[in-house]
């Protein structure tokens, strides 16, 4: 046993910060709350709203401006027509509305951060602790918080699911920044581009299928914390899976794994199809 006398207890502090922060801010992140919570209701009731067939369609469509092969848009038709099949379409459009929206704030988080890693040693010294923090912590360290300040429901949900996917944009779009062709940087600045110039027009358009293999890495990361989210009411195909695992209904929790993983092929092999260089001729 490690002797008492040198233990220290920090729990005690950190709940009186954080009352104390609930008591100053707490209106300020409950409007903020019902925003971000507005955006996510809004993109699930498009979803919801749009006939099945016409998403599927969607989907193909993506599919082949991706990889420009028919087949390939095909068999993504198939697996978003299976999760039809076994009857959770709309289970699926809630989890993929909260995916989409979480992925769309990763990107808009992680691409400016990215650009500041690779622009500045000081922000990367700064900045990579905090990232590896972020990815290691585990999601239920963070909920607590995030549940005190928004409540319930589907905002600290994907708070937290922001928090886990957004470090790999982050780090992709500094690796890509920094891999970029020095020869067609160079080239840019002897024909005087200005630094946005340089940064728009020349490493990032270099940089973008790394950009996007960091989209697809945020994207799978935040599928992933489904089930999590569905313990703190996010509804969707978490949901399916927690209800199977509370009444022991393998069936129901396989079914619901099963649609996951469907979900997680379409959404992994259409984004690692924009992420894949092609050649110019498909272009």
């Known amino acids: ?24 801010y707490g209106a300020g992140f409950r409007a903020f709350g019902n925003a971000i919570l507005w955006v996510i209701v809004t993109v699930e009731q498009i979803l919801r709203g749009l006939p099945w067939w016409l998403v599927i369609a969607a989907v193909a ?12 848009a095909g068999l993504m038709s198939v697996a978003m027509f299976a999760i039809g099949v076994l009857g959770l379409w709309d289970q699926a459009m809630q989890t ?16 400016p951060l990215g650009v500041g890693l690779a622009r500045s040693r000081h922000v990367s010294r700064v900045l990579r602790p ?28 994907l708070l937290a699911t922001v928090i886990y996917a957004m470090p790999p944009i982050a780090r992709l779009t500094d690796l890509g920044l920094r891999s970029a062709d020095a020869e067609a940087v160079e080239a840019a600045v002897a024909f ?8 728009f027009q020349v490493e990032l358009p270099l940089a973008l299928p790394s950009i996007m293999a960091g989209i697809n890495q945020a994207t799978m990361l935040a599928l992933s914390m489904v089930v999590v989210a569905s313990m703190i009411g996010a509804r969707g ?37 924009f992420a894949t260089p092609r050649s110019p001729g498909t272009r």
């Open 96 to 111: 993929l509305a909260l995916m989409l929206v979480a992925t769309f704030f990763s990107a808009i988080i992680g691409l």
């Open 130 to 157: 905090i990232l590896d923090a972020m990815q290691t912590l585990p999601s239920f360290v963070y909920l607590v918080p995030a549940m005190m300040l928004f409540g319930l429901g589907k905002v600290p949900a």
């Open 192 to 199: 005087g581009a200005t630094s946005r110039q340089k940064l």
């Open 237 to 273: 195909l978490g949901e399916e899976v927690l209800l199977g695992i509370q009444r022991l209904d393998i069936g129901r929790g396989a079914v619901a794994g099963a649609v996951i993983v469907a979900l997680a092929i379409v959404l992994d092999r259409v984004t690692q199809s």
């Open 61 to 72: 469509g993506l599919a082949f401006i991706a990889s420009r092969r028919i087949a390939f």
């Open 1 to 24: 046993m490690f002797p008492e006398n040198l233990t220290i207890s920090i729990a005690p502090a950190i709940n009186r910060f954080i009352d104390a922060f609930i008591v100053d």
